[in-house]
């Protein structure tokens, strides 16, 4: 393997990981216990629904140099508030086409449904995002120097 | 023989005049000329003299549903917050509305800013405006002291200047491409309803950059807001835009830096036209009140055409209709959620 091949496989993104208290961070949380191995490139921020997390708070996750975003929430039909993922979905679904539109690479931005008891499927989802991520590279479109 | 302005121009004037005189409402927002030609002033009349003033042209480009929560706001009896509302019907407002003004009213009405009750609704339909800087533009940015409209035509007048111009190809990006001229609601209509227009390539502008590649999109992008000066020239000229504290002026979190470093530039416009979701009704306002000449309208015509795509519905079409980022239905696509593809693959 050249060296250059090396770093690439050795780089971890930084993935910053909106996850709803009710679902998936507590399934985030069985993956650990049950000890399903994924990359440890997620940085989790606990929200209370996925209906809490904004354009805005997506971007500013970008902005601070994150090179993915995963939001995930509890699956269509049980959100702890009955409603906020549905309004959610609409929100996302428009969002990631915008954020396409202007030029931000397909796989940056994810959306995911996990639900409190799917521990390995959180960690297929982290696996899958890191790949995703992994292959585009470093963010840089968005990304403020400070 | 006078033209179709001119004759809105009059009866504009009549029908505001005689609301005025009746006291049916206490003020009348319009436009009357300015200083400078092809730039119309948004006007509000208060007395039944000050409806002369009013005036009808291809250049009322400001979308003039954005002065309505204020106005009404300030007709109301001062109170303190927590005070009671005041009892009684308030004072009404009487305006100008063409389609997207009044589709931009709808969504104030939805969006609990100003009460369908107090307002007395003048409705035309557009021809659609024209955009001065498509006008500057043809005449090499000569100077322009008078510009005489006729029909279909312009007559641009300057220091060694005299050039008839079409109408119909100075007209605003929006207004080309717009299906719905007619207002949706209104109290008194001037001249017709003209229906709805056919158009068969309406986002054509978007497809062509949908059609990019992603780094395309990215350079196309960037580009177009390069000269933004961040004035929000932009953001104010929109009748969306009400928040008391716009996410630009949040300290904490600072959502977006202050100065015009592109990747706040770029953050700006995203979240800007992200705000407008499912509530822009392609007024204009926005990239008329541009100084650089950014056509950020692009940015908010791209989220019309995916909610319409996804959802079916447009804003402000109807009171009855919710605002379609604002509802849900149980089987609303969800293609685009990872557990959801990845279960799509796996099948
Ligand atoms: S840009 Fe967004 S936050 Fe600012 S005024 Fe408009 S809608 Fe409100
Ligand atoms: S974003 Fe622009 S086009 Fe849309 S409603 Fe606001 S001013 Fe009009
Ligand atoms: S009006 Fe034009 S220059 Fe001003 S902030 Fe908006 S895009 Fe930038
Ligand atoms: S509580 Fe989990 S998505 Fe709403």
Redesign the interface.
């Known amino acids: 393997m050249s060296d250059i091949a090396k770093k690439q496989a050795e780089w971890q993104p930084k993935i910053i990981a909106f996850l709803c208290n009710w679902c998936s961070y507590a399934g985030a949380d069985l993956a650990g216990v049950s000890r399903y191995q994924y990359p440890p490139s997620l940085r989790i921020v606990r929200v209370p629904c996925s209906g809490r997390v904004s354009?805005?708070m997506i971007?500013?996750a970008l902005?601070s140099g994150a090179d993915g975003v995963l939001v995930s929430g509890c699956h269509?039909?049980d959100c702890h508030y009955i409603?906020g993922n549905?309004?959610a979905?609409?929100?996302?679904?428009?969002?990631?086409?915008?954020?396409?539109?202007?030029?931000?690479?397909?796989d940056r931005v994810?959306?995911?449904?996990?639900s409190a008891s799917e521990g390995e499927?959180f960690a297929?989802?982290a696996t899958?995002?890191t790949e995703r991520v992994k292959k585009l590279g470093p963010a840089r479109?968005?990304?403020?120097e400070f | 023989m006078t033209t179709a302005n001119e004759r809105i121009t009059q009866e504009l004037r009549q029908r505001a005049r005689q609301l005025l005189e009746s006291g049916q409402v206490a003020a009348f927002v319009g436009y009357t000329s300015g200083s400078m030609p092809m730039v119309m002033q948004p006007f509000v009349a208060r007395t039944p003299e000050e409806t002369d003033r009013l005036e009808w042209n291809s250049f009322c480009v400001l979308n003039l549903a954005n002065y309505l929560p204020a106005l009404l706001k300030s007709l109301e009896p001062p109170r303190r917050p927590g005070d009671p509302p005041p009892e009684g019907p308030l004072p009404k407002v009487g305006v100008v509305a063409t389609g997207c003004w009044s589709r931009n009213m709808v969504v104030q009405i939805q969006e609990n800013q100003v009460q369908r009750e107090r307002l007395v609704i003048i409705g035309i339909s557009s021809r659609g405006m024209v955009d001065r800087k498509k006008v500057l533009g043809l005449v090499g940015h000569a100077d322009v002291t008078s510009v005489k409209e006729d029909d279909n035509s312009l007559l641009v007048k300057g220091p060694g200047l005299e050039q008839e111009i079409n109408r119909w190809d100075v007209i605003r990006d929006n207004c080309a491409c717009c299906v719905h001229p007619d207002p949706v609601i209104f109290d008194h209509m001037i001249g017709d309803l003209k229906g709805e227009r056919k158009l068969g390539e309406r986002f054509k502008q978007?497809e062509e950059?949908?059609n990019m590649s992603?780094?395309?999109?990215?350079?196309?992008?960037?580009s177009e807001i390069d000269s933004c000066i961040r004035c929000y020239a932009c953001r104010n000229a929109c009748p969306l835009c009400y928040c008391p504290t716009c996410?630009v002026d949040d300290s904490r979190?600072q959502?977006?830096?202050k100065s015009i470093?592109p990747?706040?530039t770029?953050?700006f416009?995203?979240?800007r036209?992200?705000?407008c979701?499912?509530r822009c009704t392609d007024c204009g306002s926005c990239e008329s009140a541009c100084p650089m000449g950014i056509r950020m309208r692009i940015?908010t015509k791209?989220?019309q055409k995916?909610?319409l795509e996804?959802?079916g519905t447009e804003a402000g079409m109807s009171l009855d209709t919710p605002l379609?980022?604002?509802t849900?239905?149980?089987d609303?696509?969800?293609d685009?959620?990872?557990?959801?593809s990845?279960k799509g693959e796996k099948k």
């Not at chain 2, 992603?214 to 960037?222: G, I, L, N």
């Open positions: 354009a805005n971007l500013d902005r269509p039909g409603s549905y309004y979905r609409r929100r996302f679904a428009v969002l990631k086409r915008f954020l396409e539109f202007v030029g931000i690479e397909p994810n959306f995911s449904w996990i499927q297929e989802v899958e995002v479109h968005l990304v403020k | 978007v950059i949908e992603v780094q395309a999109r990215w350079e196309w992008f960037t996410f979190p959502w977006v830096g470093e990747v706040d770029a953050i416009h995203i979240i036209a992200y705000h979701a499912g940015l791209k989220l995916d909610v996804l959802y379609p980022l604002s849900y239905k149980l609303d696509p969800q685009f959620v990872l557990t959801e990845l």
